[in-house]
């Protein structure tokens, strides 16, 4: 498994999806959760490698598949609110933010109010625990057959951009998983808003709920600043491809591939348009894709056209500029 993987790496191409016939059954994969083994799973934003968040053995797998810091604590999924609230303590503004946005992309950081729901290592010792109850009827299918809650980081090798298809899941961690759920493309393409309501409300990670949607339901958000420790998977440099990342081009020099965004178009077999309408939802479908198609030109870099900050493009920001390496 590490030889097929390897040998993309080096060649930057992958010739060869591993295991990639392995295409299970909700069954079969509920199976594997409760036998304490690892499921590809999709989600509306990217896929994730799902495990028992009840089980530390299953958990410190998903650690180990991953290449993750100890240190970054997971999201428990669960298939609805009520089942949110058996693991975590929820206030009025929590209340409100899952009622207006599950299931969906949002997740909560919370007071853990069961510890054996999801366990320590999961949480990587907090006293909170992150939930979210995503939106994806095949992720849902499985939480309500599998009736615990399920931890799912993002089913790439930590620092690597998240996968948004099913091949690029079983290219990043397929062969540490049980089970492989296909749920095709993810429509969302982007990670879900990681909110805390522990102290104040407060915008742990930017992500698929913009600031505004979520400010219009519990008015204006507190700031983030000196709450870095409270959002430990923050500190990293992430989503990165292979090649360097530049932002904010308008245009690519010689060898490098390029991003395009609305008005600002490449031509070439190393250019690929986020949107060409400079739609910000199609751009976040298509980004993390979009890096690993350049990245597989073998370009000098890979230049991003500027993305207006506004809306979803917050997020869209953020991603880029971690993997262009000026965050972390
Ligand atoms: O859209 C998503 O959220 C995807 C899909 C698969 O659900 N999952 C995902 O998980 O992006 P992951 O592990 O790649 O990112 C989880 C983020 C990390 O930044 C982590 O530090 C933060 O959530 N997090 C988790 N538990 C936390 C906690 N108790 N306090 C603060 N931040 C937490
Ligand atoms: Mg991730």
């Known amino acids: 498994m590490d030889g097929a993987r390897e040998s993309g790496r080096d060649g930057g191409l992958i010739l060869e999806v591993p295991h990639v016939a392995r295409v299970s059954t909700l069954d079969e994969a509920a199976d594997a959760l409760a036998a304490g083994e690892l499921v590809i799973l999709p989600t509306e934003t990217v896929y994730g490698l799902a495990a028992d968040a009840g089980n530390p053995i299953a958990v410190a797998k998903v650690f180990e598949a991953k290449g993750r810091p100890r240190f970054n604590p997971l999201i428990a999924h669960v298939a609805d609110l009520e089942a949110a609230e058996r693991i975590a303590v929820f206030d009025e503004r929590a209340r409100a933010l899952a009622e207006a946005f599950w299931p969906g992309p949002l997740t909560l950081v919370l007071p853990i109010r069961d510890e054996a729901l999801v366990c320590d290592l999961a949480r990587a010792g907090l006293p909170t625990v992150a939930v979210r109850v995503p939106g994806h009827a095949k992720a849902r299918k499985l939480l309500e057959r599998f009736g615990k809650p399920v931890v799912a ?35 969302i393409g982007i990670e879900s808003t990681v909110v805390s309501a522990v102290d104040g409300v407060r915008l742990l990670r930017p992500g698929a709920v913009t600031r505004s949607e979520i400010e219009a339901v519990v008015g204006s958000l507190a700031s983030a600043n000196g709450h870095g420790a409270g959002s430990p998977g923050r500190l990293a440099t992430h989503y990165a491809p292979r090649s360097p990342v530049r932002i904010d081009v308008e245009a690519p020099r010689e060898g490098e591939a390029f991003l395009g965004f609305g008005p600002y178009a490449g031509a070439g077999p190393r250019s690929f348009s986020l949107s060409a309408t400079g739609d910000l939802r199609e751009a976040a479908a298509n980004l993390f894709r979009m890096l690993r198609e350049a990245d597989r030109t073998h370009p000098s870099a890979i230049a991003v056209a500027p993305i207006p900050h506004e809306g979803l493009g917050e ?3 953020d991603r880029l500029k971690r993997a262009a390496g000026f965050v972390g």
């Open 315 to 317: 997020a869209l920001n």
């Open 153 to 187: 980081p993002s089913a790439n090798r930590s620092g690597r951009p998240s996968p948004t298809t099913f091949e690029h899941a079983i290219e990043e961690t397929g062969p540490s998983a049980a089970a492989a759920l296909d749920g095709g493309d993810c429509p």
